[in-house]
């Protein structure tokens, strides 16, 4: 990990994020991520989308996996959802949440930012996706990051 990755982790709270993810998961079957990277050498969604496909989140039982991408030395950041999400919530909703985020990076508040943004979405997973009895966590809940 470079030391550029390590300053940035400096600024986070893993701990608090990484409960974040709990308390969506607890209350929804929903699975959320988060991956980070010092830099994005291509468009963000299109990198976006390969990490979700590394890390396999389109392999959840719904198809309801979120994943927060965050290339922190380019200032860029993505949030994408699955097909199970997408027919479910309309662009605006993925806009409001960008929005957010921005604000919070912005103000260099990426712990609260993230967690915020993490407890937004869970809001509106628990609506399509709630809990069931037995639900098993299907992805990691901590922090990924890129080699970038």
């Keep these: 990990m470079t030391s550029g990755m390590k300053s940035f982790q400096n600024h986070l709270d893993e701990e608090k994020i990484v409960a974040a993810i709990g308390a969506v998961e607890s209350n929804a079957t929903a699975e959320v991520r988060v991956h980070i990277e010092k830099k994005?050498?291509?468009?963000?969604?299109?990198?976006?989308?390969?990490?979700?496909?590394?890390?396999?989140?389109?392999?959840?039982?719904?198809?309801?996996?979120?994943?927060?991408?965050?290339?922190?030395?380019?200032h860029k950041f993505a949030i994408i959802g699955d097909a199970g999400i997408n027919a479910r919530v309309g662009k605006d909703f993925w806009q409001h949440q960008k929005q957010l985020l921005s604000e919070h990076f912005q103000k260099a508040d990426y712990t609260q930012g993230i967690c915020k943004c993490i407890s937004m979405l869970g809001a509106e997973l628990m609506k399509y996706f709630p809990y069931e009895s037995g639900d098993t966590n299907e992805l990691p809940d901590d922090i990924s990051y890129g080699d970038r």
């Design 40 to 74: 994005c050498p291509e468009d963000v969604m299109d990198r976006a989308v390969k990490v979700f496909a590394n890390l396999h989140m389109h392999q959840t039982r719904y198809r309801n996996g979120v994943l927060l991408y965050i290339a922190y030395e380019d």
